[in-house]
């Protein structure tokens, strides 16, 4: 089992996964987003959330895709427990969205940090890439945006850091 790290879903294997993703922002409504969904370099199907605040419905390219990730979602978990397929979709969205967030923040020389709530994370760029998770300009900066808890990409890891 393998814990993905942007997204903190347990997979079997890490040959499922999101391949591409593209966003959508609905006046009053969530973000809506479609993304491909492969085993390897087979298109399994499609993730899409319409972003109204419903499941994230899988659309499989055929029966046996839909077999195969239905498979997958009973061997994954979070925390303990088995997700549910719409979970299971999100959290891949995540693992992408996020993997390719930090990407670009390290290519920059920048940090990214996110901070969590009821309706998912806020990511922003922090324009400097602080070399340890006690930075007290970062610390300072963080609470001048959003007071509370948040997570910031450090040398390869998430770290915790609490502003109040």
């Known amino acids: 089992m393998i814990t993905l790290i942007h997204s903190e879903l347990t997979v ?3 040959t499922i996964r999101v391949t591409k993703y593209q966003e959508v922002v609905v006046l009053n409504c969530d973000a809506a987003f479609t993304a491909t969904v492969r085993r390897n370099r087979t298109l399994l199907g499609t993730a899409v959330n319409r972003g109204t605040g419903g499941d994230t419905m899988f659309v499989p390219s055929s ?6 990730f239905a498979e997958f979602v009973q061997r994954c978990r979070i925390g303990k427990r088995t997700p549910s397929t719409d979970e299971v979709l999100d959290r891949l969205a995540e693992e992408y969205r996020i993997g390719r ?3 670009k923040a390290d290519r920059r020389g920048w940090a990214l940090a996110r901070s969590t709530s009821e309706v998912g994370y806020q990511e922003v760029a922090l324009r400097w890439k602080p070399q340890r998770a006690d930075d007290p300009v970062m610390a300072q900066a963080l609470r001048e945006h959003t007071p509370g808890a948040w ?3 450090i040398n390869g890891q998430w ?3 609490e502003t109040g």
């Open 159 to 161: 770290h915790k850091i």
């Open 12 to 14: 079997p294997d890490d």
């Open 63 to 68: 029966a046996e895709a839909h077999t195969v």
């Open 151 to 153: 997570t910031v990409w």
């Open 101 to 103: 967030a930090v990407a």
